[in-house]
């Protein structure tokens, strides 16, 4: 299986601030199609999950365009360009690219 | 409004078997691919199933292979989850996940609030 890895585990930021995530798989998530097949959701506090991200950096619907995800083969970043009280929770990286799915073990967004 | 709504969670004794159900409303159920993931108390997302439009093709985690069994009901936009031989290590908040278009695989764009199961003796 592919091993996900995010860091830091604990994200404290600044309202008005911005934030970085970094997720780092155990293999190239690019598929033959050329695209990197790598999914960003967040949990809120006592919510499910929900998509932001699909395939590197296609904001799901509804999602503020605060948001922006990058990268290719092994590494890969979710970006919050300015961080609102709302955006805690738990943000998951998933590789989409083989079978098992799986998700890294999740970055906590936290309110300084 | 999409939705899904998943029911059937409960304490079972380990060795006891339970069926998750999941209702989806308000998109083509029909023609969605769909998940179920669970998450341990205080743990992170681990993906259990998955089943394609028509049931033709499905999967599981080594987990719960031999164990569980996927299915769906098309007519009446019901997705369940069969679990047999439970053991402890499946305790979890269960969630049915899916895809309200037909991207890839693992596009899950819509997801259930979850229902809790609890094997303990």
């Known amino acids: 299986d592919i091993v996900m890895t995010q860091s830091p585990l604990s994200l404290p930021v600044t309202p008005g601030e911005p934030a970085s995530f970094s997720c780092r798989s155990s293999q190239s998530l690019l598929y033959s199609n050329g695209k990197n097949y790598l999914d960003w959701y967040v949990q809120k506090p006592g919510q499910s999950p929900l998509l932001l991200i699909s395939?590197?950096?296609n904001r799901a619907s509804g999602v503020p365009d605060r948001f922006s995800g990058s990268g290719s083969g092994t590494d890969f970043t979710l970006k919050i360009s300015r961080v609102e009280a709302e955006d805690v929770g738990v943000y998951y990286c998933m590789q989409a690219v083989q079978s098992p799915p799986t998700f890294g073990q999740g970055t906590k967004l936290e309110i300084k | 409004e999409v939705q899904l709504v998943e029911s059937g969670g409960a304490l079972v004794q380990p060795g006891g078997s339970l069926t998750l159900s999941c209702e989806a409303s308000?998109?083509?159920?029909?023609?969605?691919?769909m998940n179920w993931v669970r998450q341990a108390p205080g743990e992170g997302l681990v993906w259990v199933s998955r089943?394609?439009?028509?049931?033709?093709?499905?999967g599981y985690a080594d987990s719960v292979r031999g164990r569980f069994t996927i299915s769906r009901d098309n007519a009446r936009n019901r997705l369940y989850l069969q679990m047999d031989s439970l053991r402890v290590e499946d305790t979890a908040v269960y969630y049915c996940a899916g895809g309200t278009v037909d991207y890839y695989i693992y596009y899950m764009d819509v997801w259930g609030k979850g229902t809790t199961v609890t094997v303990s003796s």
């Open positions: 308000g998109f083509s159920f029909t023609g969605c691919r």
């Open positions: 395939v590197t950096s």
């Open positions: 089943i394609n439009s028509d049931g033709s093709d499905i």
